[in-house]
């Protein structure tokens, strides 16, 4: 069985996401940053680090989102993550360019807008704002053509890709940041909002 610990944000949910996707057994573990709790010593042997995601499974953890949601996905044999080598790169592409690129800049308007204020860090940061919307809007646009042309972001079938995604800009709705110039990605925003795995994860975390 696995154990998922856990805060509410994206860095979370995506991989509660991929494992409601994949309907494993799994329990949650609530960890309140802003008490410290990812800083006791029992979690610290989880992940030296000192974050969260963290899964737990048969005496052993792992932890960064996009490791956690590969491994299960592989572990399960589940065509979310494809075993042909090139169809599992094109994933792979995919949740690299959020992580890197386009999740950077909406989750730092989420920082700074959201949970800025929820912890107390001081006044939102203007400069980082601006150019946050800046380059999200231009990658934005990228993602809105490639769903001109595909179902998903893959292709034609949901990957793990897709929900990694999808946790990265749901983050617009509590930041000023609107999908209004991006109808293909509201519309794909909007069927993978319905699926019955993101309302379960959503559940598990109290949104």
């Known amino acids: 069985m696995y154990h998922l610990f856990g805060f509410s944000t994206q860095n979370t949910l995506k991989p509660l996401y991929v494992m409601e996707e994949l309907g494993v057994d799994f329990d949650f573990k609530y960890?309140?940053?802003?008490?410290?709790?990812q800083k006791d010593e029992n979690f610290l042997k989880l992940n030296p680090v000192g974050k969260v995601p963290v899964l737990q499974f048969d005496g052993e953890s792992l932890f960064e989102s996009g490791a956690i949601c590969r491994y299960?996905?592989?572990?399960?044999?589940?065509?979310?993550?494809p075993e042909d080598p090139f169809k599992r790169a094109k994933v792979d592409q995919w949740m690299d360019f959020?992580?890197?690129?386009?999740?950077?800049?909406?989750?730092?308007?989420?920082?700074?807008?959201?949970?800025?204020?929820?912890a107390d860090?001081?006044?939102?940061?203007?400069?980082k704002c601006a150019e946050a919307?800046?380059?999200?809007?231009?990658q934005m646009g990228i993602i809105d053509k490639i769903l001109t042309e595909n179902t998903y972001l893959s292709g034609d079938q949901l990957t793990i890709a897709d929900l990694f995604a999808f946790a990265y800009i749901e983050?617009?709705?509590?930041?000023?940041?609107?999908l209004t110039p991006f109808p293909?990605?509201?519309?794909?925003?909007?069927?993978?909002?319905?699926?019955d795995s993101i309302k379960r994860a959503r559940q598990r975390i109290g949104l």
């Open 31 to 37: 960890m309140d940053l802003f008490k410290g709790e």
């Open 72 to 81: 299960v996905a592989n572990e399960e044999k589940s065509s979310l993550y």
């Open 98 to 118: 959020f992580s890197i690129h386009l999740g950077r800049w909406l989750s730092t308007l989420f920082f700074e807008k959201v949970l800025k204020e929820k």
């Open 121 to 127: 860090l001081g006044p939102v940061n203007v400069e």
């Open 133 to 138: 919307v800046k380059f999200a809007e231009q």
């Open 171 to 178: 983050q617009v709705k509590t930041c000023d940041f609107s």
């Open 184 to 195: 293909h990605v509201n519309a794909w925003m909007e069927k993978l909002d319905q699926r």
